[in-house]
């Protein structure tokens, strides 16, 4: 029988969260709004089986928002 060793990842403190989404809370509303909508498309795409065109959907995105 084969042993399955499991690894513990620890989750990031605080500051490094903080650190990570620092330019999403310091971008200006318009690009705060891209940034969500992005984010939200591919956490969509990734329950899909088959992910796909996720770049065109992106290029759309940030052209709808620039506008």
């Known amino acids: ?3 399955i060793k499991l690894t513990y ?7 490094h969260l903080d650190d990570l989404q620092e ?3 310091s971008a200006s ?5 891209i940034i969500e909508r992005i984010l ?3 956490k ?8 796909r065109n ?10 709808d928002g620039i506008q």
């Open 23 to 25: 330019p999403i809370k």
């Open 1 to 3: 029988m084969d042993i």
């Open 40 to 42: 939200k498309l591919e």
């Open 54 to 63: 996720i770049n065109d959907d992106i290029l759309k995105v940030i052209k």
């Open 29 to 33: 509303p318009e690009i705060r709004k």
């Open 44 to 51: 969509d795409k990734l329950s899909q089986r088959k992910t």
């Open 9 to 15: 990842t620890p989750m990031l403190p605080q500051s």
